[in-house]
């Protein structure tokens, strides 16, 4: 079964600062990975879809890598701002479902 | 705008009682897929329709049940409800069958506490 994990679990970070999350799976045949927003008790907002044959997808402030053969991937934020404060969750595609992680709650310290 | 919409966005319930979750997908999505996310952690999946017909089920008891209706909208209900079965319940939609590479769009969620 894949299992997706994401670390750390909380980050808390002054603004302006580049920040890095990281997201692992254990099983590297995916078609895909996402990467997804969360503010505290909203559903879950896409920000970037990178497929199998892609190793990075860039939106704005926002850059994800995917490197299947490690089963890793990261997401980059540039120049992080206080709105950027949320949880951030990535998920990899199963049969016909997506596997999660737990996240990372983002803090941004004005 | 991901054009998923779902409802009720709070809902409190008793013990014992049943309830049902609605969602519409998003225009042109024929797949919707139901998720529950307890508080801190990621969302589990429930089950999935496509095209009306239950795709796939997670680790869930037969207590949850669901519907997709010919315009592709979804219900999820859950009887005999249980204290555990608190929590934000996430409806996805996305465009299934011979598209394996597409994105999936979330609703707000319903949060439903059941006491």
Same mark, same amino acid.
């Given at each position: 079964?894949?299992?997706v994990t994401?670390?750390p679990?909380?980050?808390?970070?002054?603004?302006?600062?580049?920040?890095?999350?990281?997201?692992?799976?254990t099983d590297?045949?995916?078609?895909?990975?996402?990467?997804?927003?969360?503010?505290p008790g909203?559903?879950?907002?896409?920000l970037?879809l990178?497929?199998?044959s892609?190793?990075?997808?860039?939106?704005?402030?926002?850059?994800?890598?995917?490197?299947?053969?490690?089963?890793?991937?990261?997401l980059?934020?540039?120049?992080?701002?206080?709105?950027?404060?949320?949880?951030?969750l990535?998920?990899?595609?199963?049969?016909n479902?997506?596997?999660?992680?737990?996240?990372?709650?983002?803090?941004?310290?004005? | 705008?991901?054009?998923?919409?779902?409802?009720p966005?709070?809902?409190?319930k008793?013990?014992?009682q049943?309830?049902?979750?609605?969602?519409?997908?998003?225009?042109?999505?024929?797949?919707?897929s139901?998720?529950?996310?307890? #508080?801190g952690?990621?969302?589990?999946?429930?089950?999935?329709?496509?095209? &009306?017909?239950?795709? @796939?089920? /997670?680790?869930?008891?037969?207590?949850?049940?669901?519907?997709?209706?010919?315009?592709y909208?979804s219900?999820?209900n859950?009887?005999?409800?249980?204290l555990?079965?608190?929590?934000?319940? #996430?409806?996805a939609?996305s465009?299934?069958?011979?598209?394996?590479?597409t &994105?999936?769009?979330? @609703?707000? /969620?319903?949060?439903?506490?059941?006491?």
């Amino acid at each position: 079964k894949q299992e997706v994990t994401q670390i750390p679990a909380a980050l808390s970070v002054p603004e302006g600062e580049n920040l890095v999350l990281n997201c692992s799976f254990t099983d590297s045949a995916i078609y895909n990975l996402q990467w997804f927003r969360q503010d505290p008790g909203k559903g879950l907002t896409s920000l970037l879809l990178i497929q199998s044959s892609q190793r990075e997808q860039t939106s704005g402030r926002l850059n994800a890598s995917l490197d299947k053969s490690s089963g890793r991937s990261t997401l980059y934020i540039a120049a992080s701002q206080p709105g950027d404060s949320a949880t951030y969750l990535c998920a990899v595609p199963g049969a016909n479902n997506l596997f999660f992680g737990t996240g990372t709650r983002l803090t941004v310290i004005p | 705008e991901t054009g998923v919409t779902q409802s009720p966005t709070h809902l409190i319930k008793t013990r014992g009682q049943q309830v049902t979750l609605r969602c519409s997908s998003q225009s042109g999505h024929n797949t919707v897929s139901w998720y529950q996310q307890a #508080l801190g952690q990621g969302p589990q999946f429930i089950f999935q329709y496509y095209r &009306e017909e239950e795709n @796939g089920r /997670g680790n869930f008891p037969p207590r949850f049940s669901g519907l997709q209706f010919p315009n592709y909208s979804s219900e999820l209900n859950v009887n005999a409800l249980e204290l555990d079965d608190s929590a934000l319940y #996430l409806c996805a939609s996305s465009l299934g069958g011979e598209e394996l590479n597409t &994105e999936a769009f979330f @609703g707000q /969620g319903t949060r439903l506490t059941v006491v």
